[in-house]
């Protein structure tokens, strides 16, 4: 009889709305989880590690640290303008997270 086993990490997403990266600026950045389980024929059975939380940006891919939490929790959106679409975006904005033009 021949087992194939072996331990495979799977991501989770432990907040669906995403938040503002402080990188980029778009609303693409989402707190994940990454957790290894023991597989048998490639078929999660049972979790071994619970990986730590992390904000990752889909857009920009950058990872933030703990010191981004509270700032990815309380974003607030100031009366900044955009100069291309004259929506309103945090002043901190590299890109407007609406028509995707540099500010």
């Known amino acids: 009889m021949i087992f ?37 024929f490639f078929i999660p059975l049972f979790r071994v590690k619970k990986g730590d939380p992390v904000i990752v940006c889909e857009q920009c891919e950058q990872r933030m640290d703990q010191g981004a939490w509270d700032f990815f929790r309380d974003e607030k959106v100031s009366d900044a303008l955009c100069p ?4 309103t975006i945090s002043d901190n904005f590299r890109y407007c997270p609406y028509c995707g033009k540099q500010v």
């Open 4 to 40: 194939i086993i072996g331990v495979t990490p799977k991501t989770r997403v432990l907040e669906k709305s995403p938040g503002i990266c402080t990188r980029c600026g778009l609303a693409q950045a989402q707190i994940k989880r990454i957790d290894h389980y023991l597989s048998l």
């Open 84 to 87: 291309h679409c004259n929506r």
